[in-house]
């Protein structure tokens, strides 16, 4: 598995993908490793990106934890199952609902954070940072 960022200074949003199989223990991870990042600002948009992922191996603790945030943010899923875990952590983490988008598709994704769809849609192509977990 893998989940990889990108930090958009200039449209002030961090790209987030994952695929393959994904444990709470690497969502755990990944966000540590981003809030450490100096790039990295919290009131930048988050687009995570999971129509990749296979299997998700999380609880329901690792996913709110994972969905905090005071900035608006974006997820992106396929299938029922990976979109009840999208609900549960927008109803479960500590900032309000309203900032918080889990869709189907990336122009949806992109419009909810006040990107173009129709011009960013190669920018989210270029994830900068690999993380092995």
Request: glycine residues 8%.
């Amino acid at each position: 598995m893998a989940l990889t960022y990108s930090i958009d200074s200039v449209r002030r949003v961090v790209f987030i993908r994952g695929s393959g199989v994904v444990s709470s223990g690497q969502l755990r991870q990944c966000t540590q490793v981003l809030l450490s990042d100096p790039r990295f600002d919290p009131v930048y948009g988050r687009l995570a990106d999971f129509r990749e992922v296979t299997q998700w191996a999380v609880v329901g603790g690792s996913v709110r934890e994972a969905g905090d945030t005071l900035a608006r943010r974006a997820t992106i899923v396929t299938g029922e199952l990976a979109f009840g875990l999208g609900r549960m952590s927008q109803l479960s983490a500590d900032s309000p609902p309203d900032l918080s988008l889990v869709c189907r598709d990336l122009p949806s994704a992109l419009a909810w954070l006040g990107l173009d769809p129709t011009s960013e849609l190669a920018a989210t192509k270029r994830w900068k940072r690999s993380l092995s977990m």
